[in-house]
């Protein structure tokens, strides 16, 4: 009995220090918009909805860190995406869908080992004026990013103005980078990417390179570069994004709006056709914000992209869209907004909407951070 009680109050000690050097936080994001739509559907019907976010997608988490000494730390990352519109998860099935992560911190930068954003959207989420929307009207052009992968191993690192990352993705599968499971979005496809930029005065630049295989071993490639420069209360950006798919991944799953792209049989010729005739992209951007009170920030960005080979064809077409976003801070956790945007499509990019090659879009919201 004694031997025990002397076991037991060692180990409350050992956890009660344990416990004192460990910090743990529910986090989240609650924001729903009312949008109105034109052109929403084959039929061109207007559309009015309670949706989510213009620019952030509602979420919970949980995030923690234990000290090991040595400005050593451990680290976690639990995050899962909802809509307040009506309570349910973004992903059946799949209690963390945004990042589910471990790892280890310290001078050297960190390691983490888990579900986690790809390096793509990494960089242009600080190189995009709306650091990368939430509709798709607003967010296609980083749909080339494909989000997020599973099973990776990332590095990231900044040291003064130079901030940089790298991360590889297993497929799990025999025969590894080659012989995957076929690449679903956000799946367990081979990956890889690397990026880097550089922060110096009110200058900031840098590049970034991933890819993703299906289980061909056939590459769904993007790569970009982009630039900032803060001049007073403005931030001004400029940026590329380019891509190569021989997936047909980009098409079948993250642009295509159409009924017809959405069938089986269509797919199956998309995936098809691109392997000889891989979809290209060549996408610029341009765009200012602007803090015009300490309450209020209003944004402004334009995207153009020249496509090569839709849909697995030798087609090609255009598509540009136009971005406003005003936003008012009610207190530092919570904010009104209000934002409009406008697609307009040529050619054989016009099955990226599901009616009309042109879309407007009308939505006003609020957003509280908790």
Known sequence: MKKSAIVLAAGS?????????????????????????????????SQTQLTDGAVTQSRWGLKGSEALGNNLKAIFQ???????DN?????????????AYVGLAGDFG???????????????????????GNYTANAWPFFLTQFRANNVVSYGGKFGGLNVGASYGFGERPGSFTHA?????????????????????????????????????????????????????????????????RTGVIDNSFMNASAASTTPAAK??????????????????????????????????????????????????NRYTGVLL??????????VYGTVDYNK???????ELPGKNNQTGVAAGIRHIF
Not at 78 to 84: F, I, M
Not at 110 to 127: C, H, I, M, P, S
Not at 189 to 204: D, I, L, S, T
Not at 326 to 335: D, G, N, W
């Open 110 to 132: 960190a390691v983490k080992l888990g579900r986690q954003y790809t390096e793509g959207f990494n960089f242009f989420g600080d190189y995009d004026p709306l650091t990368i």
């Open 268 to 317: 199956t010729l998309i995936a098809g056709g691109a392997q000889s005739n891989p979809r290209k992209d060549n996408l610029g951007y341009i765009g200012v914000t602007y803090q015009a009170t300490p309450a209020l920030a209003l944004t402004g960005v334009f995207y153009g992209d020249h496509i090569e080979n839709k849909n697995g064809t030798t087609s090609s077409g």
């Open 13 to 45: 000690l050992l956890a009660g220090s344990a416990f004192a050097q460990t910090s743990v936080t529910l986090y989240g994001i609650a924001d729903v918009s009312l949008r109105y739509t034109n052109n929403a559907d084959a039929g061109n019907h």
């Open 326 to 335: 005003a936003e008012y801070s009610l207190s530092k956790r919570t904010q």
């Open 181 to 245: 499971q076929t690449n679903p979005p956000n799946g367990n496809a081979p990956y890889f990417g690397a990026r880097a930029a550089y922060e110096v005065g009110p200058f900031g630049f840098g590049g970034v390179y991933q890819e993703i295989r299906d289980t061909n071993g056939n590459k769904q490639q993007m790569w970009g570069a982009a630039g900032k420069y803060s001049i007073g209360p403005a931030k001004i950006f400029l940026g590329y994004v380019g891509g190569k798919d």
């Open 87 to 99: 309570g349910t998860m973004n992903s059946s099935g799949q209690l963390f869908n945004r990042q």
């Open 78 to 84: 639990l995050e899962n995406g909802y809509s307040v």
């Open 345 to 351: 499509l040529t050619g054989a990019a016009q099955t």
